[in-house]
């Protein structure tokens, strides 16, 4: 029996709860989530902050996937945090800005949902999380287009010291090497970019970053991980902290196989675990009218799972809700992924439909 966590409603976790003749669960969730990235976690946060069982399945042996080894940089027009900056950003100039960059390939209902929804996000998860973000003076790539801006779109977040992790410190995928300094030095946005520039003050700015990893003198023992979390790797490890605190579970090594359908809806997945079946059934929590039980969330699909199905949920997902639309419920998650199409279509616009989850 999977170590799921949860007490099964269903007879007995590996024993029962058949819903059609063929399938018989061995965990049953309100909500399951595939996948560990930003998209996947909010996704698994929100639904947890609205009281649903939420079980996380993560293929790899590690959790957060890009998003853990990334800068962890979110890009939100006209939040909050900008405003508290000084800056002055609109919804209408964000939109603008992503139609420059994107023309016809997207939706203006789409582009519309994530600058909505996305200033939404970032307070949603600084109340229900750990998480402060921070908007800084760090330029749109192509400032020069309307609705460009020098800077304040894009936010970080609050580092984070492994100790507060425990043992999920062990199965966080590192930073990526070039997101450090000579590749193994953690850094703030606000330390890199002077360091980077060479800006006044940037000696000084140097010496504490590298003094910071050196000092910790037990974990240098051990090893080149530095247990100063920032970027992508703060991210990650804080809405894993708050998965854990509402109640959420995350299975490592368990990837999606399939989805399992009744009577043309999805009721469960088929997920792999340590090349063992377990079948997953997925029960509508009824505090979650907005989140239809059959909707899966994808954060960065890849191969071994039965993509096409998924896509195709994820797809009517986002077609459900677009800008907040069938009723207007918040709805909060991070893109993932480009908002600019191209490519492999059906894995994009899965990603996005995680956007605006
Ligand atoms: C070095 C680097 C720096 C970056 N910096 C930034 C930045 O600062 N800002 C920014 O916006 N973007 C940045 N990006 C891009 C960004 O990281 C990605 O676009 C984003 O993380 C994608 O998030 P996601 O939630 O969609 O998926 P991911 O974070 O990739 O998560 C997908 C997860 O799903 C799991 N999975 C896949 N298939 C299955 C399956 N069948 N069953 C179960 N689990 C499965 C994967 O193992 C993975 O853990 C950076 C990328 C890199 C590499």
Same mark, same amino acid.
């Given at each position: 029996? *999977?170590?799921?966590?949860?007490?099964?409603r269903?007879?007995?976790?590996?024993t029962?709860?058949?819903?059609?003749s063929?399938?018989v669960?061995? =965990?049953?969730?309100?909500?399951?989530?595939?996948?560990?990235?930003?998209? $996947?976690?909010?996704?698994?946060?929100?639904?947890?902050?609205?009281?649903?069982?939420? %079980?996380?399945?993560?293929?790899?042996?590690?959790f957060?996937?890009?998003?853990?080894?990334?800068?962890?940089?979110?890009?939100?027009?006209?939040?909050?945090?900008?405003?508290?900056?000084g $800056?002055?950003?609109?919804? @209408?100039?964000?939109?603008?800005?992503?139609?420059?960059?994107?023309?016809?390939?997207? @939706?203006?209902e789409?582009?519309?949902?994530?600058? !909505?929804?996305?200033?939404a996000? %970032?307070?949603?998860? @600084?109340?229900?999380?750990?998480?402060?973000? &921070?908007a800084?003076?760090?330029?749109?790539?192509?400032?020069?287009?309307?609705?460009g801006?020098?800077?304040?779109?894009?936010?970080?977040?609050? *580092? =984070?010291?492994?100790?507060?992790?425990?043992?999920?410190?062990?199965?966080?995928?590192?930073?990526?090497?070039s997101?450090?300094l000579? /590749?193994v030095? *953690?850094?703030t946005?606000?330390?890199?970019?002077?360091?980077?520039?060479?800006?006044?003050?940037?000696?000084?700015? %140097?010496?504490k970053? =590298?003094?910071r990893?050196?000092?910790?003198?037990?974990?240098?023992?051990?090893?080149?991980?530095?247990?100063?979390?920032?970027?992508?790797?703060?991210l990650?490890?804080?809405?894993?902290l708050?998965l854990?605190?509402?109640?959420?579970?995350?299975?490592l090594?368990?990837?999606?196989?399939?989805? &399992?359908?009744?009577?043309?809806?999805?009721?469960?997945?088929?997920?792999?675990?340590?090349?063992?079946?377990v !079948?997953?059934?997925?029960? !509508?929590?009824?505090?979650l009218?907005?989140? !239809?039980?059959?909707?899966?969330?994808?954060?960065?699909?890849?191969?071994?799972?039965?993509?096409?199905g998924?896509?195709r949920?994820a797809?009517e997902?986002?077609?459900?809700? *677009?800008?907040?639309?069938? /009723?207007g419920?918040g709805?909060h998650?991070f893109?993932?992924?480009? %908002?600019v199409g191209?490519?492999?279509?059906?894995?994009r616009?899965?990603?996005?439909?995680?956007?605006?989850?």
């Open positions: 029996m *999977p170590d799921c966590g949860f007490a099964p269903l007879p007995a976790c590996g029962g709860g058949r819903v059609d063929e399938t669960w061995d =965990i049953e969730t309100d909500i399951l989530v595939v996948g560990s990235g930003a998209g $996947a976690l909010t996704a698994a946060v929100t639904a947890a902050d609205h009281h649903a069982r939420v %079980l996380v399945i993560e293929k790899s042996a590690q957060g996937g890009t998003s853990a080894t990334s800068g962890g940089a979110v890009w939100i027009p006209a939040s909050r945090q900008a405003a508290a900056a $800056a002055a950003d609109t919804p @209408e100039e964000g939109f603008a800005y992503i139609k420059a960059l994107t023309g016809d390939a997207v @939706e203006d789409r582009i519309w949902a994530y600058v !909505r929804q996305g200033p996000m %970032l307070d949603f998860l @600084e109340r229900a999380t750990s998480l402060k973000f &921070v800084i003076p760090y330029t749109d790539y192509h400032a020069e287009l309307p609705g801006k020098l800077g304040y779109r894009t936010h970080d977040c609050n *580092p =984070i010291h492994a100790s507060a992790l425990g043992a999920d410190f062990d199965t966080l995928r590192p930073t990526h090497p997101a450090m000579f /590749g030095i *953690p850094w946005m606000y330390e890199s970019a002077p360091m980077i520039t060479q800006a006044p003050g940037w000696q000084k700015i %140097l010496a970053v =590298i003094w990893y050196v000092s910790d003198v037990k974990q240098r023992l051990r090893g080149s991980r530095s247990r100063f979390l920032v970027f992508g790797n703060a990650m490890g804080r809405l894993k708050a854990d605190a509402k109640g959420g579970k995350l299975l090594d368990t990837g999606l196989v399939s989805l &399992v359908r009744q009577d043309g809806r999805v009721v469960g997945a088929v997920a792999s675990q340590n090349g063992r079946k !079948r997953i059934a997925a029960r !509508r929590h009824s505090g009218r907005w989140l !239809r039980a059959e909707r899966y969330v994808a954060g960065g699909l890849s191969a071994g799972a039965d993509q096409p998924l896509e949920v797809a997902q986002y077609r459900r809700w *677009p800008g907040g639309g069938a /009723g419920r709805c998650g893109a993932g992924g480009s %908002l191209a490519g492999d279509k059906g894995r616009r899965a990603a996005r439909a995680a956007a605006v989850l």
